[in-house]
């Protein structure tokens, strides 16, 4: 018997998803998270828990398009497991499907779900996880090696990234998106420990989801009242609660 989590923020589908995975009689048990962040938790407890534990899951139903963390930054997290759960996405796209067999995706299913086609799903799920018992290990990095560095997971492979050449950060729950010139990558570090280690280093907090690196802001814009920084191309805002410490910043800065 499967022990499913099916992922989407579209509430109906989620309701439809579950009512299709209910009725499957391979299926023990199915729960719905709202979104990626959610489900991440809810699979970090299911790891801790071990693969016999009441939280175990062995399979997620993911949903690709997704407000912040989306499911293929979730996939691609699950690849720093060293027994992620198997996962089929499920998706009103068909664009994203080289990318989703290229993180060892069991199955691909199209909006709207058909049940004969989830069941086949869920048959390619069952078939694999008999074939490879799966057990816990989260890999996901916490620390750093050393101040200048932060350790980040690609493809199941910890990479070192220079902090100084990170733009900015994005808040993402429990999460924080890292940017570059180069890409961006997801760590699981609560912003607010990111702008206490950082601080120092020159990263301000300008809005309650975004810090960034003063030597890498290009403009500070002023438009009827309202205040934004230019990071390369990207245009961030700036809160009124940090407008003003910003500006002070930067004209220290500029000054000094």
Same mark, same amino acid.
């Given at each position: 018997?499967l ?9 109906p ?6 009512? &299709?995975?209910h ?14 962040t959610?489900a ?6 299911a790891l ?5 534990g ?8 993911l ?6 963390l989306?499911?293929l930054?979730?996939a691609?997290?699950?690849t ?11 998706t ?6 080289v ?14 779900v058909?049940k ?6 869920v048959?390619?799920?069952a078939a694999?996880r008999?074939?490879?018992p ?8 916490v620390?750093?090696?050393d ?12 990479r ?13 729950g429990d999460?924080?998106? &890292?940017?570059?010139d180069r890409?961006?990558h &997801? ?6 420990? &990111?702008e206490?280690r950082?601080?120092?280093r020159?990263?301000v907090?300008?809005?309650?989801r ?10 500070l ?11 390369g ?5 700036v809160?009124?609660?940090?407008a003003r410490e910003?500006?002070?910043l930067?004209?220290?800065?500029t000054?000094?």
């Amino acid at each position: 018997m499967l022990r499913a989590l099916a992922v989407d923020d579209e509430r109906p589908s989620l309701e439809e998803l579950l009512y &299709l995975l209910h009725a499957d009689p391979r299926i023990g048990s199915a729960e719905g998270a709202g979104d990626a962040t959610e489900a991440l938790r809810r699979i970090n407890r299911a790891l801790e828990s071990g693969p016999d534990g009441p939280d175990a899951i062995d399979v997620v139903f993911l949903d690709i398009q997704m407000p912040g963390l989306d499911g293929l930054d979730l996939a691609r997290l699950l690849t720093g497991f060293a027994r992620p759960p198997l996962v089929v996405f499920v998706t009103a796209h068909e664009d994203f499907a080289v990318q989703a067999f290229d993180l060892k995706a069991v199955d691909y299913v199209l909006k709207p779900v058909r049940k004969e086609r989830l069941a086949e799903a869920v048959r390619r799920a069952a078939a694999q996880r008999d074939a490879a018992p799966r057990d816990t290990g989260p890999r996901i990095p916490v620390h750093e090696p050393d101040p200048d560095h932060i350790a980040v997971e690609l493809g199941g492979v910890t990479r070192f990234v220079a902090v100084d050449d990170i733009t900015h950060v994005e808040a993402q729950g429990d999460y924080a998106r &890292l940017h570059t010139d180069r890409g961006s990558h &997801l760590v699981r570090i609560p912003l607010s420990t &990111l702008e206490e280690r950082w601080r120092s280093r020159g990263f301000v907090r300008i809005h309650r989801r975004h810090l960034v690196a003063l030597r890498h802001i290009g403009e500070l814009r002023l438009d009827a009242g309202t205040v934004s920084v230019l990071i390369g191309s990207e245009e961030l805002q700036v809160s009124r609660r940090h407008a003003r410490e910003l500006r002070d910043l930067l004209m220290r800065r500029t000054t000094g």
